[in-house]
């Protein structure tokens, strides 16, 4: 099934990054260049099984551990995608430019990530 948010109206995003790890442990997705906003985060279970997904934000790295977790051992049902929306305008994830946004999944090649932004400041 699809989980369907509404969409909101604010600054046009674009895509900043899409990765399905093919390992057991934690990559990273996105590594800023400059200040971005976070707005959306799309995590896809194209497989069979259930899965479970932790996202991460290290704003001066990339150590992806509990103190840098966002979100912990998140189930996906089988065949599901879920939406992960900022609220309100600057209410997405703040990435400063040495900061970057990791993922893990504990099977290889089972979810997809996808993550949407703005620079900071465009709005």
Known sequence: GIKRPV?????????????EPITTGAVTLYSAAVAVEITRVVIANTGATGRQFRLFHDDDG???????????????????????????LG?????????????????????TFTLYGIPRGSR
């Open 7 to 19: 969409m909101h109206e604010y600054a046009g995003s674009s895509q900043l990054a899409q990765e």
């Open 62 to 88: 990339a150590v992806y551990s509990t103190s840098t977790a966002l979100f912990y051992d998140v189930s996906v049902a089988p065949n599901t995608t879920i939406f992960l929306d900022a609220d309100v």
């Open 91 to 111: 209410g997405g994830i703040p990435v400063g430019p040495t900061g970057t946004i990791g993922a893990r999944s504990p099977a290889t090649a089972a979810l």
